[in-house]
């Protein structure tokens, strides 16, 4: 059973003007889309067809590296498209609020951690928040397509937010602002997918 491209569940253009339908279309239809193929082709006819993406990666041989970086391109978009959402979606609140108020003081200073981890990021790469075994919270920075699942990536723990910040996923709009593309991303944080996330990974 191949990897297939996940459905947005909203269209190109329902997350503007933080986000532009153009660059929706292009990061989704073709860059999802091309990770998810390479991802097939790397792994047909090897003993990795047919295990799930995360077993993939949890256990990945890192010198791998056409699974490395289009199996953490399918899993990374796979992640993000669910994180934001341009109806319904909640604020922070219950237990991932506890858990982001006990590790950073408060919501303003985690948005600020965030987005300074997501704004130093050198060249292409991915912010996170994880989540450990326990309920922690951790933000970091990966560069390429790595993400927390992999062995030896700086930041461990379950990701349950991301954000990308290759330049294919800002420059038609926002060309080298990356910190007003960031900025942008919290208005469209789906709170609820992300709350959905820390419940099931803690
Ligand atoms: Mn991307």
Redesign the pocket.
């Known amino acids: 059973m191949a990897f297939e491209l996940p459905e947005l569940g909203y269209a190109y253009d329902a997350l503007e003007p933080n986000i532009d339908a153009r660059t929706m279309e292009i990061?989704h239809s073709k860059?999802h889309q091309g990770y998810t193929n390479n991802l097939n082709n790397a792994i047909a006819g090897t003993d990795l067809e047919g295990k799930s993406i995360e077993d993939i990666l949890t256990n990945l041989d890192m010198s791998n590296a056409a699974v490395r970086n289009n199996g953490g391109g399918f899993y990374n978009?796979s992640l993000f498209w669910t994180v934001m959402n341009p109806e319904d979606r909640g604020y922070l609140s219950g237990e991932l609020k506890d858990a982001i108020e006990a590790e950073f003081g408060s919501k303003e200073a985690f948005i600020d951690a965030f987005s300074k981890a997501a704004a130093t990021q050198f060249g292409s790469g991915w912010a996170w928040l994880c989540v450990h075994k326990g309920g922690k919270v951790e933000v970091c920075s990966t560069p390429n397509q790595d993400n927390p699942l992999m062995p030896g990536v700086t930041c461990g723990g379950t990701p349950i937010l991301g954000l990308?910040v290759?330049e294919?996923?800002y420059y038609l709009n926002y060309q080298n602002r990356r910190p007003d593309y960031i900025e942008a991303f919290f208005k469209v944080i789906n709170w609820n997918e992300v709350e959905r996330r820390y419940a099931a990974a803690k």
């Open positions: 990061h860059h978009h990308d290759w294919h996923a």
